[in-house]
């Protein structure tokens, strides 16, 4: 108790208010990166974030979680695959808004960890390519164009060149179009 007392309480008040400033749950909690396994059926196939490559399935990759990603994989004689990964709002959100207020949450969107990643995992079977099949150039091109079209999104969001419900909206209009598989019914 003696060392309380000799705290001054308006400074003692503002160092925790930095503090709080700081840091914020999600942030704290999750971070502003996820890491996702990766396999294929077969093995030994490279993994590209992105258009970048990083690696060999198996493996798992850390992808910031404040943009959407393109996952391409692919192995000699089959046919590549591309997997989207996209954000969506995680639950620490709501509790970080009840018990940080606007502060942490606004530290969250700015860092990404507000956001969860989906999948979590990916696993592909890869098809061996034939004689009739065409060429592997143009795999994920759809894919492709509906992640750019989310990246797209959110640029114009973070510029405030759209309202918060039109980004909504625009996200579920690009989900649903390109990535169906996602949408989630109860």
Sequence with gaps: MACLRNI????????????????????????????????????????????????????TVELKRKIDHLITIQ????????VPVVKSVGGAVWGNILAGGLIGWGVDAASGAQYDLDPKTIFVRLEQTTENTVSNSGAG???????????DLDILHENKQISD?????????????YFPELIKTP
Excluded: M
Aim: with cysteine; charged share 20%; aromatic share 4%.
């Design 165 to 177: 419900e039109e980004f909504a909206l625009g996200r579920k209009a690009v989900i649903e179009q």
């Design 75 to 82: 192995k000699k004689d089959y046919e590549p695959k591309a």
């Design 141 to 151: 091109v759809d894919t492709s164009a509906g992640v750019k079209k989310l990246n």
């Design 8 to 59: 001054n309480f308006p400074i003692a008040l503002i160092v925790l208010a930095l503090t709080s400033l700081s840091t914020s749950c999600a942030s704290i909690v999750k971070g502003t990166t996820q890491a996702v396994p990766i396999s294929s059926d077969p093995s030994g196939a490279d993994v590209l974030v992105d258009g970048n490559l990083v690696g060999t399935t198996p493996t």
